[in-house]
């Protein structure tokens, strides 16, 4: 591979034994050319059996779960539970930079591969640990699915609409937040590394990255203004406060309804985004929809911290009768010639059609000639000048390299291959 | 010999002209770990997110947001230098030399105008490190496009994701996205770190922070480039677990969260809830039986925890290996026992606003390496510490600068 591909990271090596709660962390380090090996249990990760499936086929080589989130790994099999897993695991760990893992707190110390003993066997060796709740306290133990956490994180309470119970994603995305953390971990311990020749173990808890999104407005409206923040869907609640300084909130919608889906708009009056807000307000007025109230506003002098709700709802529901009579494109495509900041609730069909990532060739085709088709993936997640980000190889299918592992890097033979397939090691 | 952990990034050096949120997210795990940062504002521009409230007792000062604070517990010093006089650049140029980082979370137009685009950094050192956040990236027509938060959410997927079928979609509750792209980017930076160490390179760093939030998306964009199907939040029920929901509890709009995977938690859950005969019910034997009947299931479900707290809920659930958790209010996070556990919110003092609750440190723990939180910086505290100490101008010349309006 020659140099400009190479990667930033291209010095080293990752064993990912991560389950799809960690998967991505260990593609990151593979984006930027680390060689990320996955260790999977023979006959395949049961993640593998996550839809959504290529064509709607439910195989493990099919997922696209598996695919999205594997590429610049290349796969081994093998039961770290057994015997010799583990001695095969542990030959692997000298050579080994990073370890990534995602098994509940105990699990690798249970099997005598807790970071203690690869320590012994590899000093320099990094350990990443990810978990819901983390190696340590009252909740270790406690069952951590995506929901569980960002019910508990405090995301849960804020998100949804006030008239139906709380949210969480339909898609969960929980553990990204802890499987990146993982990785801002292991890179921090490789750079001290480079001074002190020591490798060290990160626990990163889901629970402490969630925590961190839910931000200062939950977190700070309680302990200084005893105020508990409530979930308030498409509406952006602006403080006010009294003369007796006491704060209270008028609602403004921040997104809207429109034909085909959601549009986000606040009509922002700082010097900036005025002509944004004018853009909008002139676009409704030539359609014949906007109150007496819109027609006279002077966003000039207007401060959304004085207002009445009466009056917000006057200029702001004019805004909503617009955008029901018109679909996401229109208003996206409207908005751009007009210097509006507004902007459609993208789902995939919008992502792929976004000019500005056809033209910043975001998207990457990648070959799958096992499935005879090329497939379109969102392609690097940074642009860099010195070495590249990209994918570079599609996810592995099961134990697609163990001979390039097992018999030209460890030296096995053919004939032991076969027997520790046979007893269910690879 | 008594061990003594080393702060990984001590003599890392970062010249920090971000703002807002995405850029100082970045940028803080390296200064938990020692990178020394200067943080570059002016009093005619300072960081925008000192205008967002809310503020500390409800007074709209710049020294009194807490998105502000939030954003800045990454220690830092703070200068102002008002990069638009011409006095200004000498000075920056003095700072590049100083700097192995320069980071900057504008839309491209503001780095080139002051004369700070890679190009020109470049001349000043040649190993630097250029990082540059913006919502669309630094090429393509929307380069020179602001950015904000909520408009990310809606752009990367994060909104579409959160919804009841019958209706749009609810969105995310804040700029979830200003937490998603710096993972991204702290990544990227230290990668940069390391690579410049080992070949003696620099780098440019280019991000989109839209291109990187679709990142997490994966799975759902493929669905659509490879069988044409296209997203809709389904509220929160998952394909793989029914019971899978936020059902209500006793109190004022309280909720606990109960997830069932496997038939093993299904039978857990029916013994906790007092009905073990539930679990033979033909209705809810099999995941496939439980997803068939799951508005059923989730009344039974909700009859169950309407009368008991959420916290009671979970306790029981969990006591029998059966996911669940408190949907937590901002009180019941400030008293969470797990996030004491680790420590993670911790009070600063603040020279204008006293004491503030909500500092905190890298969202992971490292076994050798301690870490440390700062507190939020006022503007141009670090003036005297930076102009004199650092770059060596005499109290005249300090004085003239300040005279002149250049710093």
Known sequence: MDEKNAGMLSPYRVLDLT????????????????????????????????????????????????????????????????????????????????????????????????????????????????????????YKDFKAPDIVLWALSGLGYVHGDADRPPLSPSYPVSYFFSAMQAIIGALIALFQRGTTGRGQHIDAPTLLGLAWATGPEVQGLWPLNGEIVKRSGRIWPRPRTGPDGEVTYINVPLSYPCRDGGVKFFPFVEPGMLPSTNGLTRWVIEEGLASEALQNVDWTTWDWSEVTQEAADAVTESFGRFFMNHTKEELWQGARDRGIQLYPVFTPRDMVAFPQLKIRQYWQEVDHPELDARITYPGAFVKLADGSCEIRRRAPRIGEHNPEIYEKELGMSKQELEKLKRAGVI | MIFMPSRPFEGINILD???????????????????????????????????????????????????????????????????????????????????????????????????????????????????????????????????????????????????????????????????????????????????????????????????????????????????????????????????????????????????????????????????PALAADPRFVTLADRKRNEDELDCIVEGWTARRSPHEVMTLMQASGVPAGVVADARDQAEDPQLAHYNFFEEREHPVTGKMPFYHGPCFRLSAAPYEIGRATLIGEHNEYVYTGLLGYSDEEWARLAAEGVI
């Not at chain 2, 490879?226 to 936020?246: E, K, M, T, Y």
Request: charged residues 20%; proline residues 6%; neutral net charge.
């Open chain 1, 19 to 138: 389950g799809e709660r960690g998967f991505l962390g260990g593609k990151l380090l593979g984006d930027l050319g680390a060689d990320v090996i996955k260790i999977e249990p023979p006959g395949g990760d049961p993640a593998r059996k996550l839809g959504p499936f290529y064509h709607d086929e439910p195989h493990p080589e099919k997922s696209l779960y598996w695919m999205g989130f594997n590429t610049n790994k290349r796969g081994i099999t093998l039961d770290i539970a057994t015997a010799r897993g583990r001695e095969i695991f542990k030959k692997l760990c000298r050579k080994a930079d990073i370890v990534i893992e995602s098994f509940d707190p105990g699990y690798l110390d249970g099997l005598g591969l807790g970071y203690g003993s690869l320590e012994e066997i590899n000093p320099g060796l990094i350990v990443a640990s990810i978990t819901g709740f983390g190696q340590t306290g009252p």
């Open chain 2, 17 to 275: 002209f971000t703002w807002t949120a995405t850029g100082p997210f970045t940028l803080n795990p390296l200064a938990f770990y020692g990178a020394n940062i200067i943080k570059v504002e002016s009093r005619a521009r300072y960081d925008a997110l000192r205008s967002l409230g809310p503020f500390k007792d409800g007074r709209a000062e710049p020294e009194r947001s807490f998105y502000f604070s939030y954003a800045q517990t990454g220690k830092r010093y703070n200068i102002t230098l008002n990069m638009d006089h011409p006095g200004a650049r000498e000075i920056a140029r003095r700072l590049v030399g100083w700097a192995d980082i320069v980071a900057d979370s504008y839309a491209t137009g503001t780095m080139e105008k002051w004369g700070l685009d890679y190009e020109s950094l470049k001349k000043i050192k040649p190993d630097i490190i250029m990082f540059r956040t913006c919502m669309h990236g630094h090429t393509g027509p929307l380069a020179g496009q602001h950015g904000q938060g909520f408009i990310l959410t809606a752009l990367s997927g994060v909104d579409a994701i959160i919804g009841w079928p019958d209706r749009a979609p609810a969105g995310a509750f804040g700029a979830l996205t200003d937490f998603i792209a710096p993972q991204f980017n702290t990544i990227c930076l230290i990668a940069a770190l390391d690579y410049r160490r080992r070949t003696g390179k620099g780098q440019y760093i280019d991000q989109s922070q839209h291109e990187a939030s679709l990142q997490l998306m994966t799975p759902l964009i493929l669905d659509y480039t490879v069988n044409g199907r296209d997203f809709h939040a389904s509220g929160n029920r998952l394909s793989g677990a029914a019971p899978h929901g936020i059902y209500r509890c006793l109190g004022d709009d309280r909720w606990c969260a109960i997830a069932v995977f496997t038939d093993g938690e299904w039978q857990g859950f029916c013994q906790v809830i007092g009905q």
